[in-house]
């Protein structure tokens, strides 16, 4: 497939997505209700306790690893279980499919960052040094989760265990991303010059354009 | 056959060497020898997720069975090795660390090199189907090798970590000593011989048994 027609046709099932989850905004919600109900729990838990910058890092993003398990998965689910898997793959190029559904993906765990993130740093009462930092790292990182799991919701779609198994396959894969992840966004908390992030930055970019590289490759397989 | 019995030999030579040959070392005494074993392991893991890799790229191209076959055989003994891998690494930290576990950089990296391949085992026990398990599994296991050059080589030497490093690097030198770099690189050489033949004997063992199944199916 041409890339102009490739780009086009991603767009195409990205706003299929989109306007499907505006119809009945149900993955979104249920993204939504399980960061704030995580983020509920934690607080409760924690109470007042004041955190070191690399817990409350960690806590943040095995908060949005779990949201992204839960949404991410559908992805290619759900168009297994309303029957139009088939009639998509007809329509269009596997590559073209894989795209559309990681801008969708993307779109809905910022969507839900948007939200949580702010929520998060009111309720354990912290200002991060550099907001930039990590806004950025968040960014990166939902980037980084989008792809890996919207490959690996291709994979769990075709399988029995779709739920357990999604999380047991992709958190391996994803945890180089996650690690570096925790690691800035304890540094954007606790403050740092923003050259020292840079690498660390460009890593969550590159390994989520190496993972989205190799994907759009093995997708034609799936 | 006579390859095999060689094999055999050298690796009872190789024992035996990191015994007589390997001198106890300073501040572990004789638990330092444990490095003739817990690095050809480690090592032996690594060439066997990558074959793995390597049989499942052939497979999606080819769509050979018997790659499938392979592809699942290696990623199998790769798991085993990484298990004595970890095991060996865990008794030799107890000695040079004073703990089984302390989640270094390291032994995180290995533990979560366990993860993927459990995992790469929890998806082709979740398909019935063979064709489509054997497709799944060829896709998770190339994009599961991704992350292998990363936790077995960038994180130990990007973050701080106890776990000795064998080669320096930026002076391009072993640090070990000419008698010890000798049994360690047999032994090497051993445990790839190990796992070349026990790779043959599996998967003799599993043609033998897709045989079967392809006759009682007739």
């Not at chain 1, 919600?29 to 509920?40: D, G």
């Not at chain 2, 790229?57 to 050979?64: E, K, P, Y």
Request: hydrophobic share 60%; aromatic share 12%.
């Amino acid at each position: 497939m041409q890339f102009c027609s490739l780009i086009k046709a991603a767009w195409t099932v990205f706003r299929k997505d989109l306007r499907c989850e505006f119809r009945t905004p149900l993955n979104f919600s249920i993204l939504m209700i399980f960061a704030v109900t995580v983020l509920m729990v934690v607080s409760f838990a924690v109470g007042g306790i004041a955190l070191d910058p690399t817990l409350l890092a960690a806590l943040l993003w095995v908060m949005l690893f779990f949201t992204a398990m839960t949404g991410v998965a559908r992805a290619y689910v759900q168009e297994e279980e309303t029957g139009t898997a088939l009639v998509l793959r007809l329509a269009t190029d596997s590559a073209a499919i894989y795209i559309g559904k990681v801008l969708y993906s993307f779109v809905l765990l910022v969507g839900v960052a948007i939200v949580v993130v702010p929520l998060y740093l009111v309720l354990f009462s912290v200002a991060p040094a550099m907001p930039l930092a990590l806004a950025a790292t968040v960014v990166l990182g939902c980037l980084g989760i989008a792809v890996t799991g919207t490959t690996f919701s291709a994979i769990v779609a075709q399988v029995t265990a779709q739920g357990s198994l999604m999380t047991v396959l992709s958190f391996p894969v994803m945890l180089p991303l996650l690690w570096i992840a925790i690691s800035t966004t304890s540094t954007a908390f606790a403050g740092s010059n923003l050259v020292a992030l840079a690498p660390d930055l460009a890593f969550m970019f590159f390994y989520s354009g190496m993972t989205f590289v190799a994907s759009l490759v093995l997708v034609e397989y799936l | 056959m006579i390859w095999k019995y060689a094999m055999g030999l050298f690796m009872a030579a190789v024992i035996i060497a990191s015994f007589l040959l390997v001198p106890p070392t300073q501040g572990l005494g004789d638990m330092g020898r444990i490095i003739v074993y817990h690095v050809p392991t480690a090592w032996v893991a690594v060439l066997a997720y990558l074959m793995s890799m390597v049989h499942s790229v052939a497979f999606l191209r080819t769509g050979d069975m018997l790659r499938d076959r392979k592809a699942a055989i290696a990623a199998g003994l790769g798991t085993l090795f990484c298990v004595l891998a970890t095991v060996t690494g865990a008794i030799w930290a107890r000695g040079a660390w004073g703990m089984f576990w302390n989640w270094d950089p390291r032994q995180t990296s290995v533990f979560l090199l366990l993860m993927l391949y459990v995992a790469y085992f929890a998806l082709r026990a979740s398909v019935q189907d063979p064709d489509r398990r054997a497709k799944l599994a060829a896709v998770y296991a190339i994009l599961a090798f991704l992350t292998v050059p990363f936790l077995v080589f960038v994180v130990p030497r990007v973050y701080p970590t106890l776990h000795p490093n064998l080669i320096n690097v930026t002076e391009r030198r072993y640090e070990m000593d000419s008698i010890i770099r000798l049994v360690f690189l047999s032994s090497v050489v051993a445990f790839t011989g190990l796992y070349l033949w026990m790779f043959d004997l599996r998967l003799r063992a599993e043609n033998i048994l897709d045989q079967l199944e392809r006759e009682r199916g007739n």
